[in-house]
C-alpha cells in the first residue's frame, strides 16, 4: 500500500510564503521511480498540475507559478516540498501530491488545504 502524506498547508496572507511537504511511504513503491507532482483544485475548477519533478530532477511548472513556485525532492527521504513565494488570493485551493510512474497506478495523497487571503 503506498501513501502519500501531506503537511504545510495553511492560512497565509496575501504576498506570503507557506512550504508544502509530500512524504511518500509503503511497499512496493521506489521513490527514485517515480515522477513526483503537486496538484490543486479550487472550489468548482477542475484539478490542475501545479509542477511536477522527475526522478532525473527535471521540473515543470504552471505558467501561473513560474517564478513563486519551487518543487524539489530529497531522495534520501522520500519527501518532496513546494516552496511558494508571493501568494496570491487565487492560489486558494487544496494541495494534491501526485506520484506517477512511467507505467503502472498513479498515487494521490488526500490534500491540504491553502488558503490565500487577500
Known amino acids: 500500500q503506498v501513501q502519500l502524506v501531506e503537511s504545510g498547508g495553511g492560512l497565509v496572507q496575501f504576498g506570503g510564503s507557506l512550504r508544502l511537504s509530500c512524504l511518500a511511504s509503503g511497499k512496493p513503491f521506489i521513490f527514485n521511480l517515480y515522477t513526483m507532482g503537486w496538484y490543486r483544485q479550487a472550489p468548482g475548477q477542475q484539478r490542475e498540475l501545479v509542477a511536477d519533478?522527475?526522478?532525473?530532477?527535471?521540473?515543470s511548472y504552471a505558467d501561473s507559478v513560474k517564478g513563486r513556485f519551487t518543487i524539489s525532492r530529497h531522495y534520501g527521504e522520500d519527501t518532496i516540498y513546494l516552496d511558494m513565494n508571493d501568494l496570491k488570493p487565487d492560489d486558494t485551493a487544496v494541495y494534491y501530491c501526485n506520484a506517477r510512474p512511467d507505467y503502472g497506478d498513479q498515487f494521490w495523497g488526500r490534500g491540504t488545504q491553502v488558503t490565500v487571503r487577500g
Open positions: 519533478i522527475a526522478p532525473v530532477g527535471s521540473k
